[in-house]
């Protein structure tokens, strides 16, 4: 009996050695393969965050660099610049080869100068139109581009809903679609 018991003690401690090893194998496994899922989903994260990033470079080239600095600097901007209208001028305005070039212009005292080509403005080219002057049409066109601008320039949540909130409520006010146009500049005025 008690050689029974010493076989049993045997046999009993060798059988723990063998589960306790086989435990820490599958606890390393596990632990390897958490791991390998941490470092697949970190990496998922940063493709994503890339292609968010260069999403973010192609839609920012369609706007005028002023916007941009604006913007950036948590600044407010005309929205003409956002209108289809401003659009066009942007991208008219882009069309410079380089952004250092110089243009020889003729002076009130018959002698020419040279001024960077960024700085003149094509005399043939629309005026900006104040806030206040915008057609309904074009605040309509603006604002959703505006928002979308201000959040790619990562503005505080609360300012960009601030925003949007204003103007939801001016386009549902009703004297937005009153028969007096006087009633719907003055909404426009007061944005």
């Known amino acids: 009996s008690v050689k029974l018991l010493m076989l049993w003690t045997l046999t009993n401690n060798v059988d723990k050695d063998h589960w306790n090893c086989r435990q820490e194998h599958l606890q390393e496994a596990r632990e390897r393969e958490a791991e390998e899922d941490e470092q697949r989903e ?10 968010r990033l260069e999403e973010r470079k192609k839609k920012k ?65 629309a005026p900006i139109v104040k806030d206040e002057n915008l057609s309904w049409e074009d605040f309509n066109e603006a604002v959703p581009r505006m928002v979308s601008l201000m959040r790619l320039h990562d503005w505080p949540d609360n300012r960009v809903d601030m925003h949007i909130q204003f103007w939801y409520t001016l386009q549902g006010h009703r004297w937005h679609h009153s028969p007096d146009q006087l009633k719907q500049r003055a909404l426009l005025l007061y944005q």
């Open 42 to 51: 970190q990496q998922h994260k940063d493709d994503e965050e890339a292609a």
């Open 61 to 125: 080239n369609k706007y005028a660099p002023l916007t941009h600095r604006k913007l950036k600097a948590g600044d407010y901007c005309e929205l003409h610049y956002f209108t289809n209208r401003g659009l066009e001028d942007a991208k008219l305005a882009t069309l410079i080869a380089e952004l250092e070039a110089m243009i020889m212009l003729p002076s009130a005292d018959r002698l020419h100068s040279w001024v960077p080509a960024a700085a003149v403005k094509d005399p043939k080219a």
